[in-house]
Every structure is written in structure tokens, then in C-alpha cells.
């Protein structure tokens, strides 16, 4: 299973800084911010809600099993970290993009518990395997792409 699409690849959708494809039936892979952020751009509350707009036009606000790459972003504000863009049965693989941040994110979900199933990797097919352990184990058909 290929995480990144084709360079050209009509199946990605962009909205704001902000890139969405399936890689696979019901698994979305969300790319959060884009060279702005890489960059030091703060992620704002507003590119979070391009984002929960883009993430709603693959899924027509269902439920989603999806990875957020959240690597690009280097700072994010207060009000983009406590925008809620998934409902609660969704389940979420948070990457990102090394193991100090990792903890760092764990911790922080540890404290502001998101209502949807939540983990955090630093390792893109740790995150997709355990999205499909996930799906697995609760004997759930994936939503059609």
C-alpha cells in the first residue's frame, strides 16, 4: 500500500495549505500545512478548518480512519490545536516527525482527550498498520473511496 500519491496525481485534493488522498478504501492520509509551516509559519485556526472542510469532502462528515501528517508544522496556534475536526468515531494516527515530538503530542493528548480514538507515530507504516489492526479488530467494512 503506497501512503504518498503521484506527484500529478488527480486523486489529491488541496484546500488551503492543506492535501488529502485515499491510500486505500476508508483510509484517508491528510498532509496538514504546507512550505509556510515547514518554514515557521504558524498553522491558525483557520488553516485547521480548511482542513476539517477538506477532510469532509472525501468523507461527508462520517466517521474516518485516517493519518494527520502533521511534520510540516513547526508552530500551531491555540485555537488550531482546540479545533475538533473529527467526530467521535473516527480514529486517528497523529504522525509526526520525530520521538521528542512524538512524546511531547502523546502528552498532550494524555491532558486534551480527543473524543475520536487518537495514537501518535513518528513512523508513517506504524501508523498505517495500526489503523488497520484497528479496523480489523472492530470488524468494520471500509467506507467506499
Not at 16 to 41: D, Q, S
Not at 44 to 52: K, P, R, V
Not at 114 to 143: G, H
Request: aromatic letters at 6%; charged letters at 20%.
Amino acid at each position: 500500500m503506497q501512503l504518498a500519491p503521484p506527484p500529478t496525481s488527480p486523486d489529491v485534493r488541496a484546500l488551503g495549505a492543506n492535501r488529502a488522498w485515499w491510500i486505500a478504501p476508508g483510509l484517508l492520509y491528510v498532509a496538514y500545512g504546507g512550505l509556510e509551516h515547514r518554514n515557521g509559519a504558524v498553522f491558525t485556526e483557520e488553516d485547521a478548518a480548511t482542513g476539517t472542510e477538506l477532510v469532509a469532502t472525501f468523507t461527508g462528515g462520517h466517521s474516518v480512519y485516517m493519518i494527520a501528517d502533521i511534520r510540516n508544522l513547526r508552530s500551531t496556534s491555540r485555537e488550531a490545536r482546540h479545533t475538533r475536526n473529527q467526530d467521535e468515531g473516527s480514529v486517528v494516527a497523529l504522525l509526526v516527525g520525530c520521538s521528542v515530538t512524538r512524546m511531547i503530542a502523546s502528552a498532550y493528548l494524555g491532558l486534551n482527550r480527543p473524543k475520536q480514538l487518537t495514537r501518535v507515530f513518528s513512523n508513517a507504516e506504524k501508523a498505517l498498520n495500526w489503523l488497520l489492526r484497528v479496523r480489523r479488530d472492530r470488524n468494520e467494512e471500509p467506507v467506499p473511496a
